[in-house]
């Protein structure tokens, strides 16, 4: 099974501010890397896929990059609706899909 | 629109069996690009894949859960179903319905749809 790891836990910023988020797989995955948002009491959205595409819906403050085990998920001039938990999720090798524990964006 | 609702009891008794059902519209499970997934979220925790089903009717499911794990499709009804065994309090969680990507769609294997989800508590 591959182990996701996202850094940092939680990550207070001001909007406007730059965000950089995370996420280390325990073996290489290739491109094959998803992140999410969730909101409180919702579902979570696909945020991008294939490590650096960008679902549809979001704007392109929002970029992912990174290849194998190392992804990060920036995250520019932040919004007030940007401040969500954001998940990392691997696809290359499954079963089992995995998931990153989530690293929490909030306002400072 | 796609849309994804999950249906089920919200409360199930300690040892007994949650079953799930997500109804799905504005799409075709039967259509054969997407797999089609449950996926679970314990109060305040992570994501848990739970299993994904292909209109076929193949299936894989979380190792961590395939003992007492049964997805399946009911193309008829253009529905899809989850079937936990003997549950415990650990089952407590938000289960989520998601349409997952394949090989033959750009967002691969990922979860590019998902339903509100519904809470299932087990208690006595």
């Known amino acids: 099974e591959i182990v996701m790891t996202q850094s940092p836990a939680t990550l207070s910023l001001s909007p406007g501010e730059s965000a950089t988020l995370s996420c280390r797989a325990s073996?290489?995955?290739?491109?094959?890397l998803a992140w999410y948002q969730q909101k409180p009491g919702q579902a979570p959205r696909l945020l991008i896929f294939g490590a650096s595409t960008r679902a549809s819906g979001f704007p392109d403050r929002f970029s992912g990059s990174g290849s194998g085990t190392e992804f990060t998920l920036t995250i520019r001039s932040l919004q007030s609706e940007d401040f969500a938990v954001y998940y990392c999720?691997?696809?290359?090798?499954?079963?089992?899909?995995?998931f990153g524990p989530g690293t929490r964006l909030e306002i400072k | 629109q796609l849309r994804l609702q999950e249906s089920g009891p919200g409360l199930v008794k300690p040892s007994e069996t949650l079953s799930l059902t997500c109804i799905v519209s504005g799409d075709f499970i039967y259509s054969g690009a997407y797999y089609w997934a449950w996926i679970r979220q314990s109060p305040g925790k992570g994501l848990e894949w739970i299993g994904s089903v292909f209109y076929s009717g193949s299936s894989f499911s979380n190792p961590s859960l395939a003992s007492r794990v049964t997805v399946s499709a009911d193309t008829s009804q253009n529905q899809f179903s989850l079937t936990l065994t003997s549950v415990t309090a650990a089952d407590t969680a938000v289960y989520y319905c998601?349409?997952?990507?394949?090989?033959?769609?750009?967002?691969?294997?990922?979860?590019?749809?998902w339903g509100p989800g519904a809470l299932v508590t087990v208690s006595s």
């Open positions: 999720q691997q696809y290359n090798n499954w079963p089992p899909i995995t």
């Open positions: 073996q290489s995955v290739g491109a094959n």
């Open positions: 998601a349409r997952q990507g394949s090989e033959h769609t750009t967002t691969s294997f990922s979860f590019d749809f």
